[in-house]
């Protein structure tokens, strides 16, 4: 696979709790430069970035990042806001609490209301893999089908572990057709990235791919 191809299915990624303007407008140029399929950063640096790159690059962000256990109405208003800021994609946590304490239907209404909030925009559902069981893990591949989200994501990166090849084969296995994967946390290298693609990635949520393909001596 070239590597242009696996960085068009990159989300840039900037999430550190001491990331400042240079290390986002930073990004944001690596985005542009790389041709990467969004930059993914913090809601409070979105309007100023969508600002700085216009209709060169698509702006994610979180919301109810990273534990997910901020009330419904919370994520809800952190979604609109992010689209009224100018948005273009949203990745939320879901309540975990919920799915351990198995109201499914509870965090099904939530994904609802915030796909609503999103008027539009790409929603993708983060599950956090590493910490459910696997049929937790099925059942949220359901939820979210049912939903009505456009992507369901594994990671944070920031609980106890990432993306693995098992849990992108099982959400391949049991999402619906209209449900896309992201495979995020600990891509830490370029074979990896091109593995998960193959088992049916559409989108890598990464803060290193790019860095990857420079030391492999490849420039933009």
Request: with cysteine; hydrophobic share 40%.
């Amino acid at each position: 696979m070239e590597r242009k191809e696996i960085l068009a299915h990159v989300d840039h990624t900037q999430l550190a709790q001491t990331a400042g303007w240079e290390s986002i407008r930073d990004l944001c140029e690596e985005a542009i430069a790389y041709r990467t399929a969004s930059v993914c950063i913090p809601p409070s640096y979105v309007k100023q970035a969508k600002e700085y790159v216009g209709e060169r690059m698509a702006v994610c962000t979180v919301i109810g990042f990273p534990n997910g256990y901020s009330t419904t109405e919370a994520k809800v208003f952190e979604a609109r806001q992010a689209v009224e800021d100018g948005a273009d994609e949203i990745d939320m946590v879901i309540n975990l609490g919920w799915v351990k304490d198995g109201l499914y239907d509870k965090a099904e209404d939530e994904i609802r209301r915030v796909k609503a909030a999103c008027k539009g925009k790409l929603l993708k559902v983060i599950i956090e893999t590493c910490l459910l069981s696997r049929e937790e893990k099925i059942r949220m591949c359901r939820v979210v089908t049912a939903a009505g989200a456009d992507y369901i994501k594994t990671s944070t990166g920031f609980s106890t572990d990432g993306a693995t090849f098992e849990d992108v084969e099982l959400f391949a296995q049991h999402v619906g057709q209209d449900v896309k994967i992201k495979a995020a946390g600990g891509i830490s290298s370029l074979e990896d990235a091109e593995r998960f693609l193959e088992l049916g990635a559409q989108r890598l949520g990464s803060s290193r791919v790019i860095r990857l393909v420079r030391e492999a001596g490849e420039e933009a």
